[in-house]
């Protein structure tokens, strides 16, 4: 095992070192690097003087971004080439975490879907500054499983300052670091927010003044539409093509209600599903941020190709824990991934030229990002619903309270056993009522029934189909613990036994004392009429 588990991790470099040269290579040809030039003129034009572009529509990012733009100009080699280079480094760092938190009883598997993930994009991977908040996110999932809360809000903090996605971390959150986090959060978001009031506020602004993008989900039917005729006409504003005119208004204002409800809903699942009314899986701290972050891009009017690495890093993540209920919304989201690179850059002026073709093409893509967000929630709201209630909320009963009132057992008084008020019979009974599924069926039907003093000498009236044991709550306490370790809680009531299970090694050395005093205690049977045990 250990032998194939090098050799996978070897093939896992391989493979990262060829496609990141190739990457390499395209994006330093000559006219190749994107946004590059934008970021290599904000440099010239501000950040080198130690001032932010907030006046420049296209300047639409937290003021954390402008430290990231300025650190490849610091670095030898040219700006677009330390750019590049800074990219391809984040990109190593999370390559890195993925491995270690495989092997701290994870999976490769996460590695090896951002090994292969990063490149399905293309160069908009690393031509975009995003893998720098993808770095941080994944930093904060992965180091923050180790019960460091306050360093998992810190880098969320960090990662929101430079874009504002890796909030939907908070979404992950375990059940008594909400608090942590939050304050760990804001004070990084602020300490570098605060200082730039004017550039955030820029950022704000910039951000609710744009448009309906040409890629985003509400804008598919439009641009579906438009092959047939549809007035939607395309205009470049905010560094982006935006559909204007006809029905885009209405399809902007819904898809902003949209995001306001998606966080609404997140959040009130978080207070949900982290309160005694929900049910929180150790899973949910990456699988949960998963899912806010597909629904952001299935709600947001604004999706650029390389929001798709947003995802990406995610899933990977939740992947390499090797618990996870996103497996299937991993597989739409590289799916999606793939297309991505098809709308843009390969195919991008025939998509604005109203090709039907790519059109398609990026129907598909947005509905298997819809499909990405549907299978991702389903899992997580159905794992967060208590498996002892029913869906009209009310409890589910266990077998013994499902019998006749008559054939209930009754908790066992001080009077039915003087001196030993723990003392029960465990009694097989011929059926008891079927489980819901056949996994859900115990390894034996036990109904608990109270012990009389009598029965412990004289035992059953003749003719009675079973002669019960009696036995100590304290000396079984360890065995319905192991039968309900392996089965689910419905099928074996815990409710007249003791709250909380003792270790067996006590109750195997006190039950022959207690029992022994018990019997001293007992009243004679002859002063008792038998009773049948029915």
Not at 2 to 9: A, C, G, P, S
Not at 270 to 296: I, V
Not at 382 to 406: H, N
Not at 489 to 518: E, F
Request: overall charge positive; some cysteine; aromatic content about 8%.
């Amino acid at each position: 095992m250990v032998r194939w588990r090098r050799i996978w991790l070897a093939a896992l470099w391989a493979v990262w070192l060829v496609s990141r040269a190739r990457l390499y290579l395209l994006v330093t040809a000559p006219h190749m690097n994107g946004d590059v030039g934008i970021y290599q003129h904000w440099y010239a034009c501000c950040l080198s003087r130690g001032a932010v572009p907030a006046a420049d529509q296209m300047w639409q990012y937290p003021p954390g971004a402008a430290l990231v733009l300025w650190l490849p100009g610091a670095l030898p080699g040219g700006y677009v080439t330390g750019f590049v280079l800074l990219a391809i480094g984040c990109d190593l760092a999370v390559t890195l975490l993925l491995c270690a938190r495989a092997r701290r009883g994870g999976s490769l598997a996460g590695a090896w879907y951002w090994a292969c993930g990063v490149p399905l994009l293309g160069a908009v991977a690393i031509t975009r500054f995003d893998v720098v908040p993808v770095a941080l996110s994944v930093a904060a999932l992965t180091l923050g499983d180790r019960g460091h809360g306050g360093l998992r809000g810190a880098l969320t903090g960090a990662g929101a300052a430079v874009k504002i996605w890796p909030a939907a971390l908070l979404a992950g959150t375990p059940p008594g670091q909400l608090r942590r986090n939050l304050a760990a959060g804001a004070a990084a978001f602020a300490a570098v927010c605060v200082p730039f009031a004017g550039a955030t506020a820029s950022f704000l602004a910039h951000q609710a003044a744009r448009g309906l993008e040409v890629e985003s989900v509400a804008a598919t039917p439009l641009m579906v539409g438009r092959l047939a005729g549809w007035p939607a006409a395309l205009v470049f504003r905010y560094g982006s093509y935006q559909l204007s005119g006809g029905h885009a208004a209405i399809a902007l204002d819904a898809s902003r209600i949209a995001v306001v409800l998606t966080v609404a809903a997140v959040a009130g699942w978080r207070l949900l599903a982290g309160s005694r009314h929900g049910r929180w899986r150790p899973e949910f701290a990456a699988d949960a941020p998963l899912a806010a972050t597909l629904l952001f891009l299935v709600a947001s009017p604004v999706l650029s190709a390389q929001y798709l690495l947003w995802a990406t890093g995610l899933a990977a993540v939740c992947l390499a824990a090797d618990r996870t209920t996103q497996r299937p919304a991993a597989i739409a989201v590289l799916a999606a991934a793939g297309l991505t690179q098809v709308v843009f850059p390969v195919a991008w002026p025939s998509l604005l030229a109203g090709s039907g073709t790519i059109t398609a093409v990026l129907a598909v893509r947005n509905l298997l990002l819809v499909a990405a967000a549907a299978l991702s929630c389903r899992p997580i709201l159905r794992a967060s619903w208590p498996a002892d209630e029913t869906p009209s909320g009310q409890r589910e009963e266990d077998a013994s309270t499902r019998l006749p009132a008559a054939a209930r057992p009754q908790r066992p008084g001080a009077a039915d056993v003087p001196g030993a008020p723990g003392l029960v019979a465990l009694a097989p009974v011929g059926r008891s009522p079927a489980p819901r599924r056949a996994r859900d069926r115990p390894p034996a039907a036990w109904q608990e029934r109270p012990c009389r003093a009598s029965q412990l000498t004289s035992g059953f009236a003749p003719g009675a189909d079973h002669r019960p044991m009696c036995v100590f709550v304290i000396e079984v306490n360890w065995q319905i613990s192991a039968a309900d370790s392996r089965t689910r809680p419905i099928a074996i009531s815990l409710k007249r036994r003791s709250s909380r299970p003792l270790a067996a090694n006590a109750n195997m050395t006190s039950a022959p004392t207690v029992r022994t005093r018990a019997r001293a205690s007992m009243r004679s049977p002859v002063s008792q009429p038998q009773r049948s045990g029915r």
